[in-house]
């Protein structure tokens, strides 16, 4: 039984892990850390597990984490999760870490879209992207793995067949993303206050969203070419899902059948990538699951596709337990259908 | 051309009695005063008045307001409310309070709920509890009108013919009003972040609600008895609407068409209560209006009322502007309808 | 492994049930069947099961459903039901109905309830009411358990301890209950039509919803005498979820804490339901599990208790397999943490 | 005063057309038609209108409509509306069509993507797209406006001042919108049921919707060629309002500020259209009114803008009513401020 701990287990993604893992037959929850102050149960903070799990909240300690556990997983935000991140490497821990420290390569992108210095360029050199679509091989001999942002995971699953195969012209890339609110995390702030965000639909950050050079690093390494996306976010009423509408320009006429058969054969191993070919997905198909649904439709040169995940389990728990799994040697799907 | 003046203009009472009174052909806003510090176009603060105002809002100061209008509505919060009405009184302007400030009698009683002192006996000697359906003479004579609390106009409005008339077991009142959000105000909150309060209805402070005692009070006036009812409020995933079920003793057996023909009677000249018959009202029936719509049904001797209004309109800023009507001598409905 | 057939698989609580024992380790779903004419797969129609069972629905066939399987949950509306529970239970099937075929334990209050003639009086009369919390042993020995309806599930929790310990006055039990859309299930109607029900609140049936004769029965027969109770239920914007708001006299004056104890010991041994002493229960914090929660509020000789389900599982698919799992010998809560 | 007729008063576009127009001082409600078989109060259709407006549905009759009023408003379906359209048309009166039958000048298109004949190919010849902020002069003599679908509406207002003006690639505009739900109408289907579309955002009819050719043939004539957009609409979980997000390719590089002075410029009379230069615009914004926001966002050559509208009065009801204003002659902003 792999013994896990969740850094920072009062926020959404904290939540959703943990329920995971309540039905992981190899993992078990054996260190709950918090910055707060106060060491409440983990049921007094997210209600919703009471009578699942009973655990109090620890402090940060990574003497006690090191002691006690084999797997981390943290939640924390980012620069706040580099700060701990390196000790757990060092005690010999595997490490997933939902936050955005180690998923930029370049440092200095980092510092100037997140605004802050990157303190442990040492494990950053060694961390992997942790699409498994894309990147399993690495993810299953890694000890630190990046866990995607979702806006990211949602747009790369929908472009990777077309750009790593070179079938689409790369400066003409759209995403235009659609993302309930919990992907806003649990802070509370005048725009996600209830009666100012429900009822309404808004775009944001519109070219400038901190996940852009994420999308680009990762797709520009599968075109073996730069690519800079146009990346546009908006927020919806609802709780939970992100859909991306992705808009290219193929490189050369192909129909929607052959399309679509390149896309079934990249993702003829993917067990939570799912084609859809005779309707189109809504997030609600993939709501409290780790699937990505995607549909095609091609128009002569042009084509769309569309991206449906839940931006709190394939865009994050999910997603990471799904990595938890590869660097653990468990079945892939273990726990996550 | 009635002048009128917004105290606390930046909340949504404040927004929507500017809403009204820009359709209201007699009346006209001349200044809106805000705590903050900048001072900020009121379009910046309510987008949706863009094109339709154009002020900037102005630091609360008695004096301009002296100077330059005729009539102030306070939007201000309880306690804040009663640090300006008596400087505008004193200046000779009459008043509607939205706040509580002015709405119970008793000082001791509002020391007790509200948990401060009561710093203006003096008018709060004069003041008249501005429901029109009940007290239309009195507010009609009065310079400061108290604006009922969104939960007792509603739960008044449906319980004020039985209880007036004596049909009813004063000791068995139970009041179970479900509320959209925006009653709680705009100030963000981990409780009404959209992610936990969406999707999900819960009751709050059962039996000590602070617009308790102001029920109490009013239905106690028209009983002529003490009267302590059970209120317990409801927060539900919408903007707006109060549905109230109420839920009574019949003192002796009458029949359901008998209620309704009293209730019928009771409201004959109440431009804005309206009487379901055939079928039971839903709060969107009311949305954006100053109506209150009723429903009953009774079983023997029990019997349930049901009451919608829209807790921004006839629950606070429509409801003042009716009050203004009366207090200036227009028609009851200009601008309401 | 049991084998499982579901009938009327296409509905919500199918949808739910079948989630369920996806990760359910000792039952197995090896038959699914529909009313429908079409024989579609059970991922076209709940799209969120795709990649996690392939299946296709079948028709309703008893021979089928007699050779393949052990065990029969019935989804099917109220009058379907009972066409083709007698054949599962001739054929040595175990059952639980989750229409409201088997509730009423008096064919006539059924005929007059549901508008229809019973036609199998025969087994009505050996079906056990499957509230687990009351019935456990009952059920345990059942064949036939029809699984309650979603209102009386949280009412009755709400109710039991003081009722059946004698502590309220019987005639004046309010059930006030406030649900989700998924509980009138998945056919479109003008009611449900989103920009109708969507932002409003609303009573419907007050005082005539099916579920009250359910309600009475069980209450009745745990307090020995006729009780009659008044329920308004309500449609609140949101998928799922029902908060209970019950108003009762207690029969003597009894402190807050002694009534928390009552309930802590009734429920004792039950392992979801959950007493909330310190806040109160939001529907959200039992989404998507089979737990109740309590909280009880008391002021002299009143007192309210508030109660939290989630409608499609405590008050449908979980709580069948809760049932499930005490006939077949399985732990109670297999399945369902 | 202007005696108004409404065709179809039963859907969302009849409702609130008549919520406008009894606030508009110079127009009065003489009929209201259904094709319905009874012969309902309209506040039995729409309960928000009690109190309000008493007033009976009445067949749909041109004998009665000529004898009695002088302006028409269709709110019937496509194809329902040419029926009536041309009698009214030949009985002296001006009509306002809210349908889709006059909008598109050349029958076959109307044909292929209505799947209709078009019967009234006379008419057609002389409607006016009443889009006010391009036609203002024509619809000002016109005596058949053609409404724009909502859509288009959104789309055109954020596109006109750099087609028209030649400033983008005309081969490469992409519009994404995500509309409210009531924009599919008031009749219900399973994808419109509350818990289906609740909590879920969705593409639909990706590049075949209906709108996409009027979009291309206004497009066009503004920019004196061909056009054909890429358009994808998006259902999204609230009541009302359309966001278009419109991606385009600069012909050159131009900065932001100048395309914001171009839009200033090119909507300087436009009393509807609002620039916002600071912050990105809600649908939330635009709720209840007439008003476009738009804002405007470049990069190199690429460059995003964004559109919000009230989808039921920008996009319909309230365009409607400016557009009668200008064939009657009154202000072009009465009623709708």
């Given at each position: 039984?792999?013994?896990?701990?969740?850094?920072?287990?009062?926020?959404?993604?904290?939540?959703?892990?943990?329920?995971?893992?309540?039905?992981?037959?190899?993992?078990?929850?054996?260190?709950?850390?918090?910055?707060?102050?106060?060491?409440?149960?983990?049921?007094?903070?997210?209600?919703?597990?009471?009578?699942?799990?009973?655990?109090?909240?620890?402090?940060?300690?990574?003497?006690?984490?090191?002691?006690?556990?084999?797997?981390?997983?943290?939640?924390?935000?980012?620069?706040?999760?580099?700060?701990?991140?390196?000790?757990?490497?060092?005690?010999?821990?595997?490490?997933?870490?939902?936050?955005?420290?180690?998923?930029?390569?370049?440092?200095?992108?980092?510092?100037?879209?997140?605004?802050?210095?990157?303190?442990?360029?040492?494990?950053?050199?060694?961390?992997v992207y942790g699409l498994p679509e894309l990147f399993a091989?690495?993810i299953?001999?890694?000890?630190?793995?990046?866990n995607p942002?979702?806006?990211p995971t949602?747009?790369i699953l929908?472009?990777a067949?077309?750009?790593?195969?070179?079938?689409?012209?790369?400066?003409?890339?759209?995403?235009?993303?659609?993302?309930?609110?919990?992907?806003?995390?649990?802070?509370?702030?005048?725009?996600?206050?209830?009666?100012?965000?429900?009822?309404?639909?808004?775009?944001?950050?519109?070219?400038?969203?901190?996940?852009?050079?994420?999308?680009?690093?990762i797709?520009?390494?599968?075109?073996?070419?730069?690519?800079?996306?146009?990346?546009?976010?908006?927020?919806?009423?609802?709780?939970?899902?992100?859909?991306?509408?992705?808009?290219?320009?193929?490189?050369?006429?192909?129909?929607?059948?052959?399309?679509?058969?390149?896309?079934?054969?990249?993702?003829?191993?993917?067990?939570?990538?799912?084609?859809?070919?005779?309707?189109?997905?809504?997030?609600?198909?993939?709501?409290?699951?780790?699937?990505?649904?995607?549909?095609?439709?091609?128009?002569?040169?042009?084509?769309?596709?569309?991206?449906?995940?839940?931006?709190?389990?394939?865009?994050?728990?999910?997603q990471?337990?799904?990595n938890?799994?590869?660097?653990?040697?468990?079945?892939?799907?273990?726990?996550?259908?």
């Amino acid at each position: 039984m792999l013994k896990v701990a969740i850094l920072g287990a009062t926020g959404y993604t904290g939540r959703e892990l943990i329920k995971i893992l309540l039905n992981h037959p190899e993992a078990q929850i054996v260190y709950l850390g918090t910055r707060r102050e106060d060491r409440p149960q983990i049921s007094q903070i997210h209600p919703e597990l009471t009578g699942r799990i009973e655990a109090a909240c620890e402090k940060l300690d990574m003497e006690l984490v090191a002691g006690r556990t084999d797997f981390v997983f943290s939640c924390l935000p980012h620069t706040a999760s580099m700060d701990f991140v390196p000790q757990c490497l060092d005690a010999g821990l595997k490490v997933v870490d939902i936050s955005a420290d180690y998923r930029l390569r370049d440092a200095q992108i980092y510092e100037k879209w997140y605004e802050a210095e990157h303190t442990d360029i040492q494990h950053l050199a060694e961390s992997v992207y942790g699409l498994p679509e894309l990147f399993a091989d690495d993810i299953t001999k890694a000890r630190l793995v990046a866990n995607p942002g979702c806006y990211p995971t949602g747009a790369i699953l929908g472009l990777a067949p077309l750009v790593s195969r070179g079938l689409i012209e790369l400066e003409n890339i759209i995403i235009d993303a659609k993302s309930g609110i919990s992907g806003a995390g649990r802070t509370p702030s005048p725009t996600l206050h209830f009666p100012e965000c429900n009822e309404s639909v808004a775009a944001y950050n519109v070219g400038v969203h901190r996940h852009t050079p994420e999308m680009d690093q990762i797709l520009s390494q599968l075109a073996e070419k730069e690519i800079s996306v146009t990346f546009v976010p908006h927020i919806v009423p609802m709780d939970r899902g992100i859909l991306s509408t992705i808009y290219v320009h193929l490189a050369k006429e192909i129909s929607q059948g052959e399309v679509e058969e390149l896309f079934a054969d990249f993702y003829k191993e993917a067990p939570f990538v799912l084609l859809r070919k005779d309707d189109l997905p809504a997030t609600k198909d993939v709501w409290g699951t780790n699937f990505c649904h995607l549909a095609l439709r091609s128009f002569g040169r042009k084509a769309v596709i569309v991206s449906a995940i839940d931006n709190l389990i394939k865009g994050a728990s999910g997603q990471a337990v799904e990595n938890m799994n590869l660097m653990a040697g468990f079945e892939r799907t273990e726990g996550l259908l």
